[in-house]
């Protein structure tokens, strides 16, 4: 079986990861989230590997570093719905810090690819 170079990054493996964690968190919310929390909290975790997917098969390290770019947002995008829902009462406080803990290696980690592909720019 053929292996992507998007498999082959550190951190696409963990945000694959992170994004199986959060289905797993938000499946304990109640059910009028839904179509609220549950949905955006799994869209934009899956976002973070899909923008990392996409942007291994740019061509150019300018394409690639945009898709990064992408990605880190959905990531932020993801802090922003995790510190809604613990203040709502959906997560613990141990959950929350979590979730913290791996969304901060992931970020320091996607800085780090992204300073690398722009780096690779000529």
């Known amino acids: 079986m053929y292996i992507y170079s998007f498999e082959k990054l550190e951190v696409w493996v963990e945000v694959k990861e992170f994004a199986k964690r959060i289905y ?3 499946s304990g919310f109640p ?4 179509f609220g929390l549950i949905s ?3 869209r934009a975790s899956i976002s973070i590997c899909s923008n990392l997917a996409e942007g291994s098969a ?3 390290y300018r394409d690639k570093a945009h898709f990064s770019t992408l990605a880190f ?3 932020v995008e993801v802090i922003n719905q995790l510190i809604i ?3 709502l009462g959906f997560i613990s406080d141990v959950q929350y810090s979590e979730a913290r803990y791996y969304l901060e290696s992931i970020t ?3 800085n780090a690819l992204k300073r690398y592909q722009i780096s690779q720019i000529k």
């Open 24 to 26: 797993t968190l938000t």
């Open 40 to 42: 955006q909290l799994r």
């Open 73 to 75: 947002s959905s990531a």
């Open 85 to 87: 829902s613990f203040e």
């Open 31 to 34: 059910d009028s989230e839904k």
């Open 58 to 60: 740019r061509s150019s």
């Open 108 to 110: 320091n980690k996607l």
